[in-house]
């Protein structure tokens, strides 16, 4: 390497654009979907591999079982009986065969290949002659085709259609399906684009859905519908006083007007990665102003430390601002899975190195804990502690992980997401390369490959081996200085900003090594976080930590014990996770206390205390757990 | 008075039964409906009075305006149109009508016959030849009559209807809707009482009205009929998976076997109610066992400290054990009324002084806060905070009390407890009375008549005076002593325990006088509390206090100041109340603290704190409260 210069500092992105691995013109790009490879020896691969192997054919079985696949024999004639699921259950095929697609982009697989053609078979006989496809409509309810665009998820549906048709496109597993989702959608535009009718789905999805059709086709008119839903959101189209209020929906203001994330979570959040998308593709700066005066208010006040979102089960929905119990967090699946599209592309259209932040935590938290170890049991709600003596009643919020759901939007939407891990890990732009999470793994950029060997995230010690494309050439390697780490060096040089930059003439086998000092951290949450005042959590690196009943004695609860926040927390092995930590506290044993009483001095038994990683909770013997451990006075 | 003691202990009582003002054989008895009057100078009389002027007035006049008298009209032929509101809104005529009785067993009142008269007939003219009145079966639905008990609401409306009958025929308002209540009762009886349909409703309510039809009328089937429903219940006649799942409905456990109050609150409550009737005219302990262990379930772990229920928004449920958020209580007010119900019900079947503690302790707040001082306004959810920034778009979360709702199930239960409120002051047995609550007003008793001269709750100085009926008689005056009250003096001696007790041969005019220390009270929640964690309420007699926006400056959020809760607290007079209380407290601006960060230390600006009575929250400038203030660490 000639001249090679360790900087820190943020990277100043100007102007991009594009959704997962989609080939748009922005400046900052993302990957080729093959580009870059995950090491199934680090966390990412490992995750990715499981998905291979035990997700993506458990959700295929599921549709069979569910009867999913069935409703649409039933639309082609093939099979009778009843409709069965959720009168949206076709987008749980429509997830799992963008899963398969995306699986499909990375490894040839005989049996994925047979199951997206079959699929594709049944979804074209399906198709009415004019692009319709909803099997829920097309046979028993035909005269409601479109009636009711609140509740009808019609255009949901068509929107995860579009998004296999995307990915299997992308993913070279044949484009009959795009000629499926192009018929459905050139309906859309014939019926709800300009001069059609003004309307919008009760549950986003078509937004983004059209956008990236529009960057696969080069179509424009997809990319106008899906502005044209944008702008007639909060118009009241979806009715004065639709069910649940229009809050619900976000259909109580206009996009470019609202000012607080509010309602069903995942629809607002689907929303807002259709809205940045939009923002993106026509050059829309108020547009994309908006999306981030709501991601203020969504990280600002609305975030769980999982990263997870909505405080609400009542309709699964964002609470007021600080409003954030550990107990009744909803902290959908689905959410945390939109949260991560959003905030990829906000990192895209923005540089803004907080997103990235945020991708990594609800990536290692939020989402990371809804799936099993063995990977096909998934928690659909994801609070962050349950009590001793919880009422298991419902199935969204169970003590344990379930195989299926009555509603089985998120195991699906995990295996699209996992499937297409490793389109995340970096970006790139003409300057250089951004490396955006870490993990073990081959990142192929225009220019060159850049080998990464790390343990993260059970240590911040990350070597990467850069080969270029042109030897010689000068080109700037940037490495995101995650926003919980507080020293960290490259190459033993003290770094501190954003990103830790490297610019210089590359040569073949160079390598960079970022150290990420990765202390366990004891975290407190804004005293307006009424739910856990008084209370710590326990991080390490992008983790947070969580105690568990089985690693306490049977006679000590769970929710009573404190944590002696001033105590030293140890790093280290452990069973169920490389990395646990150790921290002492006390047992509090509140004997017959009564309910309200005069406020009582703690006194507590001193106890060690051993927390494992959040995302791994409920592997082990059922049982109580918290993440956020009240502190001793 | 010739032989007089002052004594301290619990009083003695065997065995009782009772619903308010029954004529029943137990021997703790309620009143006669008439025996008290309450002084509208006390806050009892004054919120009867106020109910008579306002809230009765205002919710006949509703019962047009909404459309539940048109429904009843439309089953009769004399009007047309569409059914609105819910489906069980005959519900809200029943209980309207039995406020309305209430009333006029205490005072004529020419407006109100014609509205009890005009509805009788109504009701009489609707009723089918087999004795079925449900108006929205009646008419549109008559194929649906009794077919999905678990969502009908047909027995619950039925119960409703009972319930205003036995109020109407004890008030002497007339035997006409005896009849009525009587026929629909006979078909009950036929169709699912011994021999008929083993079938339980999703609502309860219609035990206890049966028990209380089974009292007023003596006909026995009734109370089998009743008992037949209580043992009926927690055997999957709902079905296997109701929608919300068994617990919702305390159908998961036959009643005998629970050991948990779960799901929808006011169905639990209403449940419990009617399970101590059956229970106490039976004869049968292991029931009220039942009712007991579930009543320790209740009190010891999941009621708020203004003895409100239903911690979740979802279902309208209780949460699990220690669950209680104050800014998501559910805390319904008609649960707050079941509860009040129940208890009454336990201290009549038991004796225990517990019950009455709970009786006071709901309704000087949850139950109180529902209704606006103007009377025409109600909460139907009681929170005990509202953050600044609330989210009021549902009509069970406002920020502010609402004329009416669209389950309006509410304001009319309100209208019927307080229209009937005299009747829970105090109880007799033949050894004597026991004065349950203390308020101005005259109790008169089989042993004699008792005046009450007081202010409380404002003060705890009770006078009583007592003209006996047979001048010398002996028996014993039991006076409450709320478990609140730390140092009680009658005649100036200090008494403890939980009833001070003067037994003596009384002469006409004697008086005896109870002193109730009533100092402010700082209060905190068992530990495992967590919504309430390092927090503290502040209480004084039976009421709790509450920090309201309006009595801070504009730049002092009621989200961020503190309490010091170890300088006095002192009552002095209100604006909005008699007594407020006012405590040291600091500021704590949070400036920009991030949402997660390292534990900071608290530094806060003094400030002087006002708290008003909760039960009068949101009568003044709307804006945020909260009941319970962190403490200064």
């Known amino acids: 390497m000639q001249a090679r210069s360790v900087e820190a500092g943020r990277e100043e992105f100007i102007r991009v654009a594009a959704g997962p691995a989609a080939p748009t013109s922005g400046t900052l790009q993302p990957l080729d979907l093959t580009a870059v490879t995950l090491d199934p020896g680090g966390l990412l691969g490992a995750w990715q591999q499981r998905n291979s192997t035990a997700t993506l054919p458990h959700c295929i079985d599921r549709l069979e079982t569910s009867g999913a696949v069935d409703n649409l024999r039933r639309a082609t004639g093939e099979a009778s009986g009843q409709f069965r699921g959720m009168w949206f259950a076709d987008s749980d095929v429509h997830k799992t065969l963008e899963a398969a697609a995306w699986e499909l982009g990375r490894r040839p697989d005989a049996n994925l290949e047979r199951f ?69 959608a050139d309906l859309l535009v014939k019926r709800f684009g300009p001069g059609g009718t003004d309307a919008v789905c009760g549950h986003p999805e078509i937004e983004t859905a059209l956008v990236e059709l529009y960057r696969t086709t080069g179509h424009r008119p997809y990319l106008d519908l899906a502005a044209r839903f944008v702008d007639l959101r909060g118009r009241g189209l979806l009715g004065e006083e639709p069910k649940f209020g229009a809050q619900y929906y976000q259909d109580h203001a206009p996009v470019r007007e609202a000012d607080e ?139 344990q992980r379930l195989d299926w759901y009555s509603c089985a939007c998120c ?122 005042r008084g209370c710590a959590a326990l991080l390490r690196g992008p983790l947070v930590y969580c105690l568990e009943q089985t690693d306490l004695p049977d006679d000590v609860l769970v929710d009573d014990v404190r944590l002696d926040a001033t105590a030293p927390v140890d790093a280290v092995p452990g069973e169920i996770a490389p990395i646990v930590l150790t921290a002492r506290g006390t047992h509090h044993d509140p004997g017959d206390a009564p309910l309200y009483g005069p406020p009582a001095a703690a006194t507590g038994t001193p106890i060690p205390l051993t927390a494992v990683p959040y995302f791994l909770w409920a ?4 049982g109580a757990m918290r993440v956020w451990i009240p502190r001793v006075s």
Chains 1, 2 share one sequence.
């Open 116 to 184: 997206v053609e079959s699929i594709t078979d049944l979804l074209e006989r399906a198709q009415d002659a004019d692009g319709y496809l909803n099997s829920y409509f097309q046979v028993d309810h035909r005269d409601q085709q479109w009636a009711e665009l609140v509740w009808s998820h019609e255009l949901y549906c068509a929107g995860h259609l579009i998004q296999a048709a995307v990915a299997a496109s992308r993913a070279g597993a044949g484009d009959r399906l795009l000629g499926v989702a192009r018929r459905f």
């Open 619 to 622: 592997n082990r013997t059922p």
């Open 261 to 399: 994330v509010t309602g069903h979570a995942v629809r607002q959040l689907y929303l807002l990665a259709g809205v940045v998308d939009v923002a993106v593709e026509n050059g829309d700066a108020s547009l994309l102003e908006a999306a981030a005066r709501l991601w203020e208010s969504a990280f600002d006040t609305k975030t769980y430390v999982t990263g997870a979102h909505g405080s609400r089960h009542r309709d699964e929905a964002f609470g007021d601002p600080y409003e954030l119990p550990s107990d009744r967090a909803y902290a959908e699946t689905c959410a945390a899975i939109a949260s991560f599209a959003w905030n990829w592309r906000m990192l895209l259209a923005t540089g803004g190195h907080r997103y990235a932040d945020e991708l990594e935590r609800v990536l290692y938290n939020g989402i990371a804990c809804s799936t099993s170890l063995d990977g096909t049991h998934f928690f659909y709600s994801n609070p962050l502690q349950l009590r001793t003596g919880h009422d298991g009643s419902h199935e969204d919020a169970p003590s």
């Open 411 to 532: 195991p699906p939407n995990l295996a699209r997401l996992v499937a297409s891990l490793q389109s995340y890990v970096a970006t790139t732009t003409d300057a250089g390369v951004q490396v955006q999470l870490y993990t073990a793994g081959r990142i192929a950029t225009p220019h060159g490959e850049i080998t990464v060997e790390t343990d993260y995230p059970w240590d911040g010690r990350v070597t990467l081996t850069v080969s270029p494309a042109v030897p010689g050439a000068t080109w700037t390697l940037a490495l995101r200085i995650p926003g919980w780490c507080a020293s960290a060096t490259l190459d033993g040089v003290p770094v501190t900003g954003e990103y830790a930059e490297v610019r210089g003439a590359w040569e073949a086998g160079e390598t960079v090594q970022l150290e990420l000092a990765m202390p366990a951290r004891v975290v407190a949450a804004h005293p307006r976080v009424d739910a856990v």
